[in-house]
Nanobody, 126 residues
Framework: QVQLVESGGGLVQAGGSLRLSCAAS????????MGWFRQAPGKEREFVAA????????DYADSVKGRFTISRDNAKNTMYLQMNSLKPEDTAVYYC???????????????????WGQGTQVTVSS
């Protein structure tokens, strides 16, 4: 079972930046795609971004495209989410997740991810 731990959340003003990290324990990190999801109060968990097992391919929700960048460092078993030009509507708990199938670019569906971190709060003030 892969364990995932997020860090890097916090409070930032609109227009600012944050970088989230997701550290993974266990073997085979480099065989699985990874993703970021977020959940705002009273809303369902939504897809934010995904990266393939190699880091060579990625995918973004339309709401963050051009502002957020997902990446991974397989040598460090770590995934990142660089968030720029943050907006108040980006406020949410952000979760990292490990895809359930190897060597595939993850889908946007939370049910297709088998491992989850505990989440980190991101708050963007206006």
């Amino acid at each position: 079972q892969v364990q995932l731990v997020e860090s890097g959340g916090g409070l930032v003003q609109a227009g600012g930046s944050l970088r989230l990290s997701c550290a993974a324990s266990g073997s085979f990190f480099n065989k699985y795609g990874m993703g970021w999801f977020r959940q705002a109060p009273g809303k369902e968990r939504e897809f934010v971004a995904a990266v393939s097992w190699s880091g060579g391919s990625n995918d973004y929700a339309d709401s963050v495209k051009g502002r957020f960048t997902i990446s991974r460092d397989n040598a460090k078993n770590t995934m990142y989410l660089q968030m720029n030009s943050l907006k108040p509507e980006d406020t949410a708990v952000y979760y990292c997740a490990g895809y359930s199938r190897t060597h595939q670019l993850p889908t946007h569906q939370a049910a297709d991810f088998g491992s989850w971190g505990q989440g980190t709060q991101v708050t963007v003030s206006s």
